[in-house]
T-cell receptor
């Protein structure tokens, strides 16, 4: 079954509020990627985190990779209507014969009320 | 323009009628992969290929076949489609030789199996 759990499944916010989505893996990951999918579109790569404890920022978006490399989060400060979409995390397993696999979380659908 | 091209974009067919979804990338990427997207389940990896003539199962390979005879092409074959394979399918590619780097996704193929 799915081994990267992502919560929440849905998040409705007022424009200007903050938003966070969390991913947790049952196994250690070699890296984690984040994607955004607009309604009706395809996933678009946002960022990749590789190091334990890594934090990266892209304007209003902050990405973190846990110390144990089993969890990650995406935080958006002061959401805008352009942030609407589904955000996915995807982890690459740190297992010898499964290093080619990419496991996606279920996604968090963000809606922003103007 | 760098892109991943999938065809067809939409297909309605009947149970048991063999079909192929083509995927082609023009970025000289080693890694290619197929995913299916279903509500509440996120993206699940079907098959992936680390290079020409090298393919491996993802998490949901049952009922699907793939081939990688050329670097640019990675077709998905449903030998005997069934209704539970009704889904949105994405092909993706990435440049990392050692595994799944940042994925470039195609626009998706919506399959309906009646």
């Amino acid at each position: 079954g799915q081994q990267v759990m992502q919560i929440p499944q849905y998040q409705h916010v007022q424009e200007g509020e903050d938003f966070t989505t969390y991913c947790n893996s049952s196994t250690t990951l070699s890296n984690i990627q984040w994607y955004k999918q607009r309604p009706g579109g395809h996933p678009v790569f946002l960022i990749q985190l590789v190091k334990s404890g890594e934090v990266k920022k892209q304007k209003r978006l902050t990405f973190q990779f846990g110390e144990a490399k089993k969890n990650s989060s995406l935080h958006i400060t002061a959401t805008q209507t352009t942030d609407v979409g589904t955000y996915f995390c995807a982890g690459r397993r740190l297992i010898y014969n499964q290093g080619g696999k990419l496991i996606f979380g279920q996604g968090t659908e963000l809606s922003v009320k103007p | 323009e760098a892109q991943v091209t999938q065809n067809p974009r939409y297909l309605i067919t009947v149970t048991g009628k063999k079909l192929t979804v083509t995927c082609s990338q023009n970025m000289n990427h080693e890694y290619m992969s197929w995913y299916r997207q279903d509500p509440g389940l996120g993206l699940r990896q079907i098959y992936y290929s680390m290079n020409v003539e090298v393919t491996d199962k993802g998490d949901v390979p049952e009922g699907y076949k793939v081939s990688r005879k050329e670097k640019r092409n990675f077709p998905l074959i449903l030998e005997s489609p069934s209704p539970n394979q009704t889904s949105l399918y994405f092909c993706a590619s990435s440049s990392h030789r050692a595994g799944p780097g940042p994925q470039h996704f195609g626009d998706g193929t919506r399959l309906s199996i009646l």
